[in-house]
C-alpha cells in the first residue's frame, strides 16, 4: 500500500462548480496533513494546511480531515479556470511524503 | 516575503559529468528537504536534514548523490556522476519544524544528455 494515494484523475470541472479532491494515507500516527497546488513547470505551492479532525475552511478552499478512517480532502468551490493544476496532497510523520497528484482541468 | 531560494534554475549535463545544487532556506527554518521530482508524479523525499543532521536518507542513491548542509543553515545536493535517468526537477523545501508548514524553492530542472 502506498503511503499517500490520490485519486487518479484527471478531473475536469465547469467554472463556477466545485471541485472535490481526495486523499488516504497508511499511517495512522501521521500529525499534519497539507494540500499543495502545482502549476506546469512551477514548484508546489501550499495552499491549506490541517492539523486537527473536522474541516478548514480558506476563502474558495475547504480542507477535511477525518483521522479515523485516514482520509483528508480538498473542496474548491466557484472553481475558476485559474485553479486548472495539479493538487498534491501531502502527509506528514517526521518526514513529508507527498501523493501522486490529481490534475484539475477547470473548463470556461 | 521570505522565499527558499535555489540555484541554478536550469542546468544540462553530459552523463557521467558531476553536477550540484544549492539551496538557501528561509531564515530560522530548522528543517531542509530535498526532493526529486519526475514528470507527472509527486516529489519523492531524497534527504531531510534537522539542523545538519540528517532524519532522513532511505531514498538518497547514496552510490552517486550527496548532500550536506555543514552549518544548518544552506545546502548542497550533489550528483556524481549524473546518468540520464536523472533528468527531473529537484526541489528544496523548508520548513520551522518537523510537522510544520513546508515552503518551496524554485526548483532546478536537470536535463542530463
Known amino acids: 500500500q502506498k503511503e499517500v494515494e490520490q485519486n487518479s484523475g484527471p478531473l475536469s470541472v465547469p467554472e463556477g462548480a466545485i471541485a472535490s479532491l481526495n486523499c488516504t494515507y497508511s499511517d495512522r500516527v501521521s500529525q499534519s496533513f497539507f494540500w499543495y497546488r502545482q502549476y506546469s513547470g512551477k514548484s508546489p505551492e501550499l495552499i491549506m494546511s490541517i492539523y486537527s479532525n473536522g474541516d478548514k475552511e480558506d476563502g474558495r478552499f475547504t480542507a477535511q480531515l477525518n483521522k479515523a478512517s485516514q482520509y483528508v480532502s480538498l473542496l474548491i468551490r466557484d472553481s475558476q479556470p485559474s485553479d486548472s493544476a495539479t493538487y498534491l496532497c501531502a502527509v506528514n510523520k517526521y518526514k513529508l511524503t507527498f501523493g501522486k497528484g490529481t490534475l484539475l482541468t477547470v473548463n470556461p | 516575503e521570505a522565499e527558499v531560494a535555489q540555484s541554478p534554475r536550469y542546468k544540462i549535463t553530459e552523463k557521467s559529468q558531476a553536477v550540484a545544487f544549492w539551496c538557501d532556506p528561509i531564515s530560522g527554518h530548522a528543517t531542509l528537504y530535498w526532493y526529486r521530482q519526475i514528470l507527472g508524479q509527486g516529489p519523492e523525499l531524497l534527504v531531510q536534514?534537522?539542523?545538519?543532521?540528517?532524519?532522513?536518507d532511505s531514498q538518497l542513491p547514496k552510490d552517486r548523490f550527496s548532500a550536506e548542509r555543514l552549518k544548518g543553515v544552506d545546502s548542497t545536493l550533489k550528483i556524481q556522476p549524473a546518468e540520464l535517468g536523472d533528468s527531473a526537477m529537484y526541489l528544496c523545501?523548508?520548513?520551522?519544524?518537523?510537522?510544520?508548514?513546508?515552503?518551496f524553492g524554485q526548483g532546478t530542472r536537470l536535463t542530463v544528455v
Open positions: 523545501a523548508s520548513s520551522s519544524g518537523l510537522n510544520t508548514e513546508a515552503f
Open positions: 536534514f534537522q539542523d545538519e543532521s540528517v532524519v532522513d
